[in-house]
């Protein structure tokens, strides 16, 4: 048996007797570690499926770095990476950007993909801070609950929009590597990450305490110290003179009360479904817990000084988070994209309570690693309830991919600039869904397109007992000259292959989405799915048609407009 004899005679003393030795053995042996360890794989194969199945179209703040990145030819235009983006500096993310543009197509999974791997080395550093007086069985466990803490079903908002993860995930693994090498008193290079993490998020500007506090726990000269104040003043100095004017949100806020609660709840927000009260309940404790480990002597002791020097990060960072966004709301706090602060508070408080509760009872070493796996299963399971939220809000991503093609209207979603800005720069990087394999979905018609109207068949009155082909367009919204329709349409027999618009000549002009569930439909048509559902979006022509296509591509059609559920002449 393969054992691990760092800090085994600290662990394994006389005063627990010979029959401890078994359990001893067990706790140090490396196989079992590595079996133990392994399970921190799983995590992140979770995460991989749900960036997998996540859409190629990107979304929110990557349009417009990328129109600031990018001159109207497809350049790269270096100028625009200095310009801050909702108050962050994102010149490091910008180039993660531009290379997905020019490689990938601007694949939105491929960053996914990205941030993963930014995950993992952020975990792997972690990793090689655990105190080495624990036995390996218990370090094991602790690396576990850090995976599934890390890749934590809340934060699926950082992967699932690979954008997110590649600013926000990549500014904290330059953290942690700061930190690292400050704890190795490699201060120049550690100055340099640190420089560097700012210049990947916002939140990357909490280093610079959290570095000053591991320069006065480990009694560097204090010229270090002054260093590390000065040169993060420095950075401070240079966003100042870059951030522009700032937009209050919605909802205004800016009493001491709701700063805190906004704070509390993006401490503890891992540690909640969808509560911000149990959020800042978590939150307090978990601030009470660290405040109270400050009094115990082990907790101080320097193998654990990198460790509160990690958990002064994340309270910081949760500290700017609130401050700046509590005007959005005061359970800002819960937004998936900010779980990753969350974590970084959790992990260091676990594995600091872990190495003085091991100091204390070294019998229980057993407990306290299995312990630890079943703490970062709950927290990695307390997100189910926000994958569901941001799968929804992703719903409609294939409306947007058809609309940035069609160069239609861009004011129905949130992020998008003006589509014909976008459009020719696009075009130039063979950048999704400006690329060849772009489709609307049906195997053949695709925009510009031009079909017989005759091969076309109308849509019939719905009959409650017998199936057939029937359907209504029953919703429709207009903005600009672009009109997005809602409705069902079912064959009763035949699956329905994609949905398209066509104009009066028989042109597709635009498509959508089919497979979106209408419960309302089959309360009263028994005989029809549940998935009847579909939206499309097109210029606005009433004189147009919705073409429903079947699996067998018969073509069955509804007017352009919505007619609450009149069947065509």
């Given at each position: 048996m393969r054992t691990d004899g760092v800090g085994y005679d600290t662990w394994a003393g006389q005063e627990h007797g010979t029959g401890y030795a078994p359990v001893r053995q067990w706790m140090a042996d490396r196989r079992l570690a590595f079996g133990v360890e392994l399970l921190a794989v799983l995590p992140a194969l979770a995460m991989a499926f749900e960036v997998a199945a996540s859409p190629r179209l990107q979304l929110l703040d990557y349009w417009s770095v990328l129109l600031r990145i990018t001159n109207p030819d497809g350049s790269y235009n270096i100028d625009g990476v200095w310009d801050l983006q909702n108050e962050h500096p994102l010149i490091i993310p910008s180039f993660f950007y531009w290379a997905d543009a020019k490689l990938f197509g601007g694949d939105n999974r491929m960053l996914g993909y990205l941030t993963i791997v930014i995950a993992v080395l952020t975990i792997l550093m972690l990793r090689s801070a655990l105190p080495k007086v624990l036995p390996v069985v218990l370090r094991a466990g602790l690396v576990v609950a850090m995976s599934a803490l890390v890749f934590s079903l809340h934060g699926i908002h950082n992967f699932a929009l690979g954008m997110s993860g590649a600013a926000w995930l990549t500014a904290n693994m330059l953290v942690v590597g700061s930190l690292l090498l400050a704890r190795k008193r490699r201060w120049l290079l550690a100055w340099l990450v640190g420089v560097l993490a700012c210049a990947s998020y916002g939140t990357g500007f909490a280093v610079w305490p959290a570095l000053f506090l591991l320069a006065c726990m480990h009694r560097e000269r204090w010229w270090r110290r002054i260093a590390t104040l000065v040169i993060g003043a420095a950075v401070v100095a240079v966003w100042l003179t870059m951030r522009p004017s700032v937009v209050p949100g919605k909802d205004p806020a800016n009493d001491i009360g709701s700063l805190l609660y906004a704070?509390?709840?993006?401490?503890?927000?891992v540690w909640t479904g969808r509560s911000a009260d149990l959020a800042a309940i978590a939150g307090?404790?978990?601030?009470?817990?660290?405040?109270?480990?400050?009094?115990?002597?082990?907790?101080?002791?320097?193998?654990?000084?990198?460790?509160?020097?990690?958990?002064?990060?994340?309270?910081?960072?949760?500290?700017?988070?609130?401050?700046?966004?509590v005007d959005f709301g005061t359970d800002i706090g819960l937004a998936s994209r900010y779980t990753s602060l969350s974590v970084l508070t959790s992990v260091p408080l676990l594995v600091v309570v872990a190495t003085v509760a091991f100091r204390?009872?070294?019998?229980?070493?057993?407990?306290?690693?299995?312990?630890?796996?079943?703490?970062?299963?709950?927290?990695?399971?307390?997100?189910?309830?926000?994958?569901?939220?941001?799968?929804?809000?992703?719903?409609?991503?294939?409306?947007?991919?058809?609309?940035?093609?069609?160069?239609?209207?861009?004011?129905?979603?949130?992020?998008?600039?003006?589509?014909?800005?976008?459009?020719?720069?696009?075009?130039?990087?063979?950048?999704?869904?400006?690329?060849?394999?772009?489709?609307?979905?049906?195997?053949?018609?695709?925009?510009?397109?031009?079909?017989?109207?005759?091969?076309?068949r109308p849509m019939l009155a719905p009959d409650e007992d017998e199936p057939g082909p029937t359907g209504a367009v029953d919703a429709s919204e207009t903005r600009g000259d672009t009109t997005l329709l809602r409705g069902w349409a079912t064959d009763g027999r035949e699956d329905v292959r994609c949905v398209l618009f066509t104009d009066a000549r028989g042109e597709v002009t635009g498509g959508g989405q089919y497979h979106l569930a209408r419960p309302d439909v089959q309360s009263l048509l028994e005989w029809a799915p549940s998935d009847t559902g579909f939206a499309v979006i097109a210029p606005t022509d009433p004189a147009g048609r919705v073409v429903i296509v079947l699996d067998s591509g018969r073509m069955l059609w509804l007017p352009g407009k919505a007619v609450e559920g009149e069947p065509p002449d």
């Open positions: 704070f509390l709840t993006l401490i503890g927000h307090g404790a978990i601030l009470c817990g660290l405040a109270a480990l400050l009094t115990v002597p082990s907790a101080r002791a320097g193998r654990l000084w990198f460790w509160w020097a990690v958990a002064c990060y994340g309270v910081l960072a949760c500290g700017m988070i609130a401050t700046a966004r204390r009872s070294p019998r229980n070493a057993p407990r306290f690693a299995v312990v630890s796996v079943a703490i970062g299963l709950v927290g990695f399971t307390l997100g189910a309830p926000m994958v569901a939220v941001v799968r929804e809000a992703l719903t409609d991503v294939p409306l947007r991919a058809v609309a940035l093609r069609a160069q239609l209207d861009d004011r129905f979603w949130y992020g998008f600039p003006p589509t014909d800005q976008l459009a020719g720069r696009l075009a130039a990087l063979d950048h999704y869904p400006y690329t060849d394999d772009f489709t609307i979905g049906c195997g053949g018609p695709e925009l510009g397109d031009r079909l017989k109207l005759s091969d076309m």
